[in-house]
């Protein structure tokens, strides 16, 4: 069934087409709120706020196959708002948020892509990991960061060989 299909029933008061919809996005919206959080706390507080935003303005949502990206502009806004309260979230303390057997290892590459990720600017680093850690299209970065595809597809290409300057620089 597809999200907008879920909506309709969502709307029609079908609970379990919501705790469906809710099942599908979580684990994603989770890690995407994870990305700018300085905690897991946080980041699962972001994403209960951001499924609650989406069901208060889903009378409002008129559908057309881009639920996706509206979902992703719900918690990007949400992220953004409160990125403005604390300082910014380094990834060196993802740690805390993944799960995994080698943490040290995962700590040290972290550290890693968090130093690559500095050198790039804040849109440039929200392209980046809308792409390929939340592996949106460009279509859909470009809606949650209110652009044309064609500008979310120059910052991720921008951001790439900026990353593969340093990284060479690196070596």
């Given at each position: 069934m597809s999200d907008d299909e879920?909506?309709?029933?969502?709307?029609?008061?079908?609970?379990?087409?919501a705790e469906e919809l809710i099942d599908r996005y979580?684990?994603?919206?989770?890690?995407?709120c994870g990305w700018h959080c300085a905690n897991q706390e946080k980041a699962e507080d972001l994403?209960?706020?951001?499924?609650l935003k989406l069901f208060r303005s889903l009378p409002r949502y008129k559908g057309r196959n881009r639920f996706k990206s509206y979902l992703?502009?719900?918690?990007?806004r949400l992220c953004i708002d409160e990125s403005r309260k604390i300082p910014f979230y380094s990834l060196e303390d993802a740690a805390e948020i993944a799960d995994g057997k080698n943490e040290i290892?995962?700590?040290?590459?972290?550290?890693?892509?968090?130093?690559?990720l500095s050198v790039l600017s804040d849109v440039q680093r929200e392209?980046?990991?809308l792409r390929f850690g939340q592996e949106l299209g460009f279509a859909e970065i470009a809606e949650v960061m209110g652009g044309s595809r064609r500008t979310a597809q120059s910052?991720?290409?921008?951001?790439?060989?900026?990353?593969?300057?340093?990284?060479?620089d690196e070596r």
């Open positions: 879920l909506i309709d029933r969502i709307k029609n008061g079908d609970e379990a087409a979580y684990a994603a919206i989770l890690r995407y994403t209960q706020e951001t499924f992703y502009t719900i918690a990007n290892a995962q700590a040290e590459h972290r550290e890693e892509i968090s130093r690559l392209a980046v990991i910052r991720v290409r921008n951001a790439l060989q900026l990353l593969r300057r340093e990284f060479r």
